[in-house]
């Protein structure tokens, strides 16, 4: 398969193989609900692997794997969705997401191992300390949470307190956006705490409100500045997690209280999840751009921008921009990350100072681009507009315009999207066995067929400004790809086919997209244009084992290529364009003696939004082949 792709691509459109079609009743327009797909990575707080921690959203849930990964599939987009990670001897986290159509968003989460747990009789009040978190119940207070009724009998309490001036911030809810009865909407904490109940069965428990538990709670002030510092004796808000919003909530107050040098914080809880100390603050904004190595814009990635003691997350949209809140005057870490090939990948800009200029309520903070350097190239639309000499005995030129398309998972790895040809100098050649060539692209990557080929409905169709151009879904090995069919047998005549393609026309593409490769219907309008095609003077071409000289016509662009091949033996070669070249003696030395062919050619390579916002290739060779001799 890599060879059949290898060969279009290098050296000839009549080098490629024509297969029938074998799909064609597949072709009609399937409509398709949109969907996308959540996917990440759970760690502890130490960056180890946590295996079989539940993971849901929307109803939909799963569990994650040895490695800590998981994947929800079938997801339905929107904005503010509320992942929840919850693993028994862990403190439940939650990370709030967007996710747009057809795509794959970036959610991992950090967990902490609980601080410590107690067991107790629940017709009695308990009073317990856990590593300096004080906890009193009131007795006959706690409620089945699945039943709504009161429990008797034995109840495990499981707490833990989070340091957000330390890294285990990361282990709780780290979007501090909240609900509040005045204008704050981002908070500072001081310190929070994390309380599980269960009964004797593990089932959840709650307690009842109208009895509720006093929390006792270390703070911290950290590096903040002196108007923010707490105080001893100070009043200051409490503030809870609401999982269903994904925020949290103003609720009552508490008192500040010291206690040698450390200071605590003391309120009632009439119900459990998170809770916060807090103060409330009107943010002002920072906004950037996610892109990957290439440059292109990285869709649903998360970012996270990690302030002192206070944070705050986004995801990218379809441009793969992003505005977080931020605190002015605050020095901010700003992550970005993406999830691909089952891999999580990740860049930040560490210790941007968010001054007072440029960053308002209504004018946000720009920040420079955050690049992860990742590869996400997931396909390839292959047209090749070439004339060609097939019969020195009639030198005239024939159509021989070819078209294939290709898509695949993205590799995640840089070097399986690096394209060989970039390398290759003016002036430069390359020579050896079709194997060999092969071998100078990496596995996987472009121009390559990777194992992991995906299907983008039953057709995808390139239209021009006359003709429509629709290739049905073939397979190859058992995996899908798309091929014009050039050939057609009428009795004993085979009748040549071909699209019709010109310098200067551009192309517009569509797919009818099919979700169980995970994309959508696609159109795009513009995705390329054909460039000049060149012409070779010659009606053939010879070489006798010395040098050479190929004279073409239609020059204009910078570089042009030249490919010849004999047997099993190929040449690549790269030169300038100025209407004439040189191939070396060295680069055709190699070459079985025999008739073969050879082609010059313009190519044009950019890279486009493809079915599911993924980047892909559009090349398009545009030239002339003739048959050549090496004696």
């Known amino acids: 398969m890599n060879k059949l792709f290898l060969l279009g691509l290098l050296i000839l459109p009549a080098c490629s193989k024509d297969e029938p079609n074998t799909d064609s009743s597949d072709s009609a327009t399937t409509e398709l609900a949109p969907q996308g797909r959540i996917g990440g990575f759970v760690t502890d707080q130490h960056g180890t692997a946590i295996e079989g921690v539940a993971v849901s959203v929307q109803g939909t849930s799963t569990t994650t794997n040895t490695d800590g990964s998981y994947l929800l599939l079938e997801v339905e987009p929107g904005a503010d969705l509320v992942v929840e990670f919850n693993k028994r001897g862990y403190a439940t986290n939650y990370k709030v997401t967007t996710l747009l159509n057809w795509e794959t968003v970036a959610t991992s989460a950090s967990l902490l191992e609980i601080d410590g747990s107690e067991t107790f009789a629940s017709d009695v009040a308990g009073s317990f300390i856990i590593e300096e978190t004080t906890l009193n119940f009131q007795p006959d207070s706690f409620i089945d949470k699945s039943s709504g009724e009161r429990y008797e009998g034995n109840v495990t309490l499981e707490s833990t307190h989070v340091n957000p001036s330390t890294s285990e911030i990361a282990g709780a809810p780290r979007d501090l956006s909240a609900i509040s009865d005045s204008d704050d909407s981002q908070l500072v904490s001081y310190g929070m705490v994390n309380v599980g109940l269960f009964g004797e069965d593990g089932q959840e428990l709650s307690i009842d409100n109208s009895l509720p538990a006093t929390l006792n709670i270390p703070i911290a002030n950290g590096d903040l500045p002196e108007n923010l510092r707490m105080s001893d004796g100070a009043d200051q808000k409490t503030w809870s997690y609401d999982p269903t ?32 100390c807090d103060q409330g603050f009107v943010p002002s904004c920072a906004s950037g751009r996610v892109i990957d190595f290439s440059g292109f814009p990285i869709r649903g990635a998360d970012v996270t921008c990690a302030g002192g003691q206070t944070t705050s997350t986004a995801v990218t949209d379809e441009n793969g921009d992003y505005v977080c809140s931020i605190m002015v005057g605050d020095t901010v870490d700003i992550t970005g990350q993406t999830f691909v090939a089952q891999r999580s990948w990740e860049k930040t800009r560490d210790d941007v100072y968010m001054d007072s200029e440029g960053s308002s309520a209504a004018e946000c903070e720009p920040i420079e681009d955050i690049q992860i350097d990742v590869c996400r190239i997931a396909g390839s639309i292959n047209v090749q507009n070439y004339d060609a000499v097939a019969d020195i005995n009639n030198p005239a030129s024939i159509n021989s315009d070819t078209l294939t398309a290709l898509f695949w998972d993205p ?12 390398d290759l100098q003016a002036g430069q050649c390359w020579s050896g ?17 990777p194992q992991t080929a995906r299907s983008a409905g039953g ?12 290739m049905n879904r073939s397979y190859e090995s058992g995996l899908p790809f798309y091929l014009w069919d050039a050939h057609e047998v009428s009795g004993d005549e085979v009748i040549t086919t071909r699209p019709e393609f010109d310098e200067g026309q551009t192309l ?30 010659d009606p053939f071409l010879e070489s006798n084992g010395t040098g050479l000289s190929v004279n073409y016509g239609n ?22 364009d100025n209407g004439r070249f040189n191939v070396p003696t060295s680069a055709l030395s190699q070459l079985t003696p025999g008739w073969g062919g050879a082609a010059v050619y313009n190519l044009s390579l950019v890279l486009q939004e493809g079915p599911d916002g993924l980047p892909i290739y559009a090349q398009v060779h545009s030239g002339h082949t003739v048959p050549f001799l090496v004696e």
């Open 459 to 470: 057709w995808v169709e390139v239209s021009t400004s006359r003709n429509d151009y629709r």
């Open 555 to 576: 020059t204009g662009d910078d570089f042009v290529f030249f490919s010849a091949m004999v047997s099993d033996q190929q040449v690549l070669c790269k030169f300038e």
């Open 508 to 537: 517009g593409l569509e797919a009818e997209g099919d979700f169980a490769s995970y994309f959508g219907p696609w159109v795009n309008s513009a995705f390329t244009t054909i460039p000049n095609q060149l012409s070779l003077e």
């Open 433 to 449: 066995t079709n194997d060999e060539i092969v071998s100078m692209f990496p596995e996987s990557a472009f121009p390559g067929i």
């Open 411 to 422: 590799p995640g790895d840089i070097s399986y999207c690096s394209n060989p040809l970039d």
């Open 245 to 276: 919003q994904g925020k949290w909530l103003e609720e009552s107050s508490g008192t500040v209280n010291q206690i040698g040098d450390e200071l605590y914080f003391t309120f009632e809880a009439p119900h459990f999840s998170w809770w916060n």
